[in-house]
């Protein structure tokens, strides 16, 4: 067993990695010059104007405590956190085939997970906005899909500049000069410039929030896992209030050794699989919210120093637990490398 300053200097080194590595996930779009919107106030040629796809609404549950090794757990996440980061949530109505936004929160198992932050990294808000400003202001497809290429690209450059993140002015400027020639005159692309900026700004805030509470969390560590998913599915739940249409994923990064709300590993001694699945079913009563829609991906259950057989009991348990509330779709990954 590590000692607790083992475990937090590992977690440390972890995070830095990861924060490094999502440093290099800038990509760079060309933009094409285009004429002023003046030459070019023609309707859309009898073409429907692209609706936005349903979005896509992502917690992430991370496990950091002593059963886990929090290395690894960081590393399963990695590659799913940097799209995020580097501004891909903004997603593509107007591409060929169209990209839903992307939405993702992060929440802590800790010895109450109830005190953990839930840390917003991005909204699927801003590319609404955005959305809803190029549908009113482009007078053609081809400058709609010119303009969210745009934006794509200004966002995926400022959001890790410091400078432009502390200064709204300078950062307004910079990404109309990004946007370069398009069917809007520079004047009007400062409200959207405007929007970008405030949430690479935001994204920087909670990724603060992050690192800071993974380097110093300030409350005790532990394994609620049950208090970690209960509250995530909340706030999915009133995220699928706000957004019907809203594709939901859980992304649970643990072992799932909870030793707090359901003491598992004593509980699950000596029983039969029958009588997990049994146990789960009763711990998990009846919703009242419906989790049908929401889709689990268990990601790195095996970064654990829990043996292998109560392993395999606590996986059955919430297997039958996320069934009894609705919950079918459940998949386990290593990471979530092409996820």
Request: proline share 5%; charged share 15%.
């Amino acid at each position: 067993m590590l000692s607790k300053n083992s475990v937090k200097a590992v977690r440390n080194n972890a995070f830095r990695a990861l924060v490094v590595g999502l440093s290099g996930a800038a990509l760079v779009m060309s933009l094409s010059a285009c004429s002023p919107v003046s030459s070019l106030k023609s309707a859309y040629e009898g073409q429907p104007f692209p609706q936005m796809p349903a979005p896509e609404v992502a917690t992430y549950v991370l496990d950091l405590s002593g059963s886990t090794y929090p290395t690894a757990q960081l590393e399963a996440l990695g590659s799913g956190i940097t799209d995020f980061i580097a501004g891909q949530s903004l997603g593509n109505p107007f591409a060929q085939s169209p990209v839903a936004p992307r939405g993702l929160s992060i929440q802590f198992v800790t010895k109450n997970s109830a005190q953990a932050p839930r840390i917003l990294l991005v909204s699927t808000k801003t590319s609404q906005s955005l959305y809803e400003y190029i549908k009113e202001k482009t007078p053609n497809l081809e400058g709609a899909l010119q303009l969210w290429d745009g934006f794509v690209n200004a966002r995926t450059q400022i959001w890790q500049d410091s400078a432009l993140e502390a200064n709204q002015a300078d950062c307004v400027i910079k990404i109309v000069g990004m946007l370069g020639r398009q069917q809007l005159l520079p004047d009007a692309l400062k409200f959207p410039a405007g929007i970008i900026c405030q949430d690479a700004k935001q994204t920087a805030i909670s990724l603060k929030r992050l690192q800071d509470f993974v380097a110093n969390p300030g409350i005790e560590m532990g394994s609620d896992v049950k208090g970690a998913v209960e509250a995530s599915l909340r706030n999915l739940a009133t995220a699928k209030a706000e957004n019907p249409s809203a594709r939901l994923t859980l992304v649970i990064a643990s072992d799932l050794v909870d030793e707090v709300s359901l003491t598992l590993p004593r509980r699950l001694k000596g029983i039969d699989s029958n009588g997990v699945c049994e146990m789960a079913v009763q711990d998990a009563g009846n919703v009242a919210n419906d989790y049908s829609s929401v889709n689990v991906v268990i990601v790195g259950a095996r970064n654990s120093k829990v043996n292998v057989k109560t392993l395999d009991q606590v996986q059955a348990y919430w297997t039958c637990y996320l069934n009894q509330i609705g919950i079918t779709n459940v998949t386990e990954q290593s990471d979530l490398s092409g996820f």
